[in-house]
């Protein structure tokens, strides 16, 4: 029993490099902030950052924008669903036309 002890870290040995949810939640922050250097917006977001809460499950931390900037990514979002549901039309569309020449 006291062996189970010694293996398992405790709060003075434990560091989020050891975590996944940390990982997950760094890669997914870079995801974001190369997205919003893309959108000229990487000046907009300065509390952008990777975190870990107290049951070492990861999270992206966005902050507090001005009004301004959360209209300039609603109207990005916006812009995004609206052309990834076009190319989805599109390409639902050239499947049923060439399926339809196989008859």
């Given at each position: 029993?006291?062996?189970?002890?010694?293996?398992?870290?405790?709060?003075?040995?434990?560091?989020?490099?050891?975590?996944?949810?940390?990982?997950?939640?760094?890669?997914?922050?870079?995801?974001?902030?190369?997205?919003?250097?893309?959108?000229?917006?990487?000046?907009?977001?300065?509390?952008?950052?990777?975190?870990?809460?107290a049951?070492g499950?990861?999270?992206?931390?966005?902050?507090?924008?001005?009004?301004?900037?959360?209209?300039?990514?609603?109207?990005?979002?916006?812009?995004?669903?609206a052309?990834?549901l076009?190319?989805?039309?599109?390409?639902?569309?050239?499947?049923?036309?060439?399926?339809?020449?196989?008859?």
């Open positions: 029993m006291r062996d189970d002890a010694a293996e398992r870290e405790d709060a003075a040995t434990w560091s989020p490099l050891n975590s996944d949810g940390w990982y997950a939640a760094r890669d997914a922050a870079t995801a974001l902030r190369d997205a919003l250097l893309r959108a000229g917006l990487e000046r907009d977001f300065p509390y952008l950052r990777a975190d870990l809460n049951f499950h990861g999270f992206v931390e966005l902050g507090r924008v001005s009004p301004a900037t959360a209209e300039r990514l609603a109207e990005l979002l916006r812009t995004a669903l052309t990834g076009q190319r989805l039309e599109e390409n639902d569309g050239s499947t049923s036309d060439q399926g339809a020449g196989k008859d």
